[in-house]
């Protein structure tokens, strides 16, 4: 029989109050540093993000500071922590604060989930943890944890059992005077104890509740998404370089893959030749009769496809002039100061370091 909500709630805060995280930088009540946690944790892992949050909020200590930066700024400090979209969505969120509300959080979810990049469990989890609201979270944590402890079949990607699963956690909330333990111990077991791929059952405040542990179906639940084929997609870059050490940069479009991020310039199949895509950037460059030797190729996985890139090192005679805001000319010590995906940032660091 499933454990009743009252007493869900009960031995869940008992757990977290003895065995849950209590010195996490963000476990404070100022909405925007809660915010800028959320967001970074969303598909993240806590480890990841304490490398990232602390020179974040040192850089940007207010959401008015954060509105008032430059996006190239954000994205830097961005850069390795992946889904880009996250960066973008935090600095308009934070415009859109600023602006229509004075830069003071809205307290209600309800306002809080129209701002972009913020769902319906992210603003229930701003709502508790910065104002104490009675408001359920759903994130991919809390799903498993769901899903053993009451052994809910089906992929929780699934509208159906996604609504279920949301019914379910509306119905085990606590008073609100208990929410922000509650919600905390729910991010905690799911982090640190009903695990993906090793649960540890021995530890768990529901280990005799469980139903999935009582049926011995832990590493069956949550239903798996059902299988489906990953497309390859490949690119071709070039690695544009000048006698003075620096590599040639474009700015990538505003959204999809790594939007408003600094890459290197794609030659793709709709260039008939090389020749035409170094006459687009204005670029002469050493024998450009025919495409040098690429170096080895890069590989990086996306959620929804797998990209290999193929970099070609290209000496540059004549430089192509930077157009504003979308493209470049820099150095290896400027690196560090601009928004890279990981993937880019990587090659150039270890190219550049080996050639000049």
């Given at each position: 029989?499933?454990?009743?909500?009252?007493?869900?709630?009960?031995?869940?805060?008992?757990?977290?109050?003895?065995?849950?995280?209590?010195?996490?930088?963000?476990?404070?009540?100022?909405?925007?540093?809660?915010?800028?946690?959320?967001?970074?944790?969303?598909?993240?892992?806590?480890?990841?993000?304490?490398?990232?949050?602390?020179r974040?909020?040192?850089?940007?200590?207010?959401?008015?500071?954060?509105?008032?930066?430059?996006?190239?700024?954000?994205?830097?400090?961005?850069?390795?922590?992946?889904?880009?979209?996250?960066?973008?969505?935090?600095?308009?969120?934070?415009?859109?604060?600023?602006?229509?509300?004075?830069?003071?959080?809205?307290?209600?979810?309800?306002?809080?989930?129209?701002?972009?990049?913020?769902?319906?469990?992210?603003?229930?989890?701003?709502?508790?943890?910065?104002?104490?609201?009675?408001?359920?979270?759903?994130?991919?944590?809390?799903?498993?944890?769901?899903?053993?402890?009451?052994?809910?079949?089906?992929?929780?990607?699934?509208?159906?059992?996604?609504?279920?699963?949301?019914?379910?956690?509306?119905?085990?909330l606590?008073?609100?005077?208990?929410?922000?333990?509650?919600?905390?111990?729910?991010?905690?077991?799911?982090s640190?104890?009903?695990?993906?791929?090793?649960?540890?059952?021995?530890?768990?405040?529901?280990?005799q509740?469980?139903?999935?542990?009582?049926?011995?179906?832990?590493?069956?639940?949550?239903t798996?998404?059902?299988k489906?084929?990953?497309?390859?997609?490949?690119?071709?870059?070039?690695l544009l370089?000048d006698?003075?050490?620096?590599v040639?940069?474009?700015?990538r479009?505003?959204?999809?893959?790594?939007?408003?991020?600094?890459?290197?310039?794609?030659?793709?199949?709709?260039?008939?030749?090389?020749?035409?895509?170094?006459?687009?950037?204005?670029?002469i460059?050493?024998?450009?009769?025919?495409?040098?030797?690429?170096?080895?190729a890069?590989?990086h996985?996306?959620?929804?496809?797998?990209?290999?890139?193929?970099?070609?090192?290209?000496?540059?005679?004549?430089?192509?002039?930077?157009?504003?805001?979308?493209?470049c000319?820099?150095?290896?010590a400027?690196?560090?100061?601009?928004?890279?995906?990981?993937?880019?940032?990587?090659?150039?660091?270890t190219?550049?370091?080996?050639?000049?």
């Amino acid at each position: 029989m499933p454990i009743s909500s009252k007493q869900f709630a009960k031995q869940l805060i008992t757990w977290q109050k003895i065995h849950g995280r209590h010195h996490l930088p963000w476990q404070v009540s100022d909405a925007y540093a809660v915010w800028v946690s959320e967001i970074m944790l969303q598909q993240t892992q806590v480890s990841t993000v304490l490398n990232y949050y602390p020179r974040f909020m040192a850089r940007f200590p207010t959401v008015t500071a954060l509105a008032s930066a430059d996006i190239d700024d954000v994205l830097s400090l961005w850069s390795g922590l992946g889904y880009y979209s996250r960066a973008r969505n935090l600095h308009r969120a934070a415009q859109y604060i600023a602006t229509h509300y004075g830069g003071q959080f809205p307290q209600h979810a309800a306002l809080l989930a129209e701002l972009p990049g913020i769902g319906r469990s992210t603003a229930a989890a701003i709502a508790a943890f910065a104002f104490g609201q009675r408001e359920a979270i759903l994130d991919g944590n809390v799903r498993r944890v769901f899903t053993r402890v009451f052994a809910i079949e089906g992929w929780p990607g699934n509208k159906a059992i996604e609504q279920q699963l949301w019914q379910l956690a509306e119905s085990l909330l606590p008073d609100a005077a208990e929410i922000q333990p509650y919600t905390q111990g729910l991010m905690d077991l799911g982090s640190l104890v009903c695990r993906r791929g090793q649960p540890d059952c021995g530890s768990c405040p529901f280990a005799q509740d469980c139903l999935a542990n009582q049926q011995g179906r832990q590493r069956q639940l949550p239903t798996p998404r059902p299988k489906r084929e990953i497309p390859q997609r490949e690119v071709k870059w070039l690695l544009l370089y000048d006698t003075e050490g620096r590599v040639f940069l474009e700015k990538r479009p505003p959204t999809g893959i790594w939007g408003g991020l600094w890459s290197l310039p794609e030659w793709t199949a709709e260039h008939t030749s090389l020749a035409q895509r170094l006459q687009e950037l204005a670029v002469i460059a050493e024998n450009a009769a025919e495409a040098p030797a690429p170096l080895h190729a890069v590989t990086h996985q996306f959620t929804h496809f797998h990209l290999t890139a193929y970099p070609y090192p290209l000496a540059v005679r004549t430089q192509a002039e930077c157009r504003e805001s979308a493209s470049c000319w820099v150095n290896a010590a400027e690196l560090a100061h601009i928004g890279l995906a990981a993937p880019v940032r990587r090659l150039l660091e270890t190219w550049m370091s080996s050639l000049f």
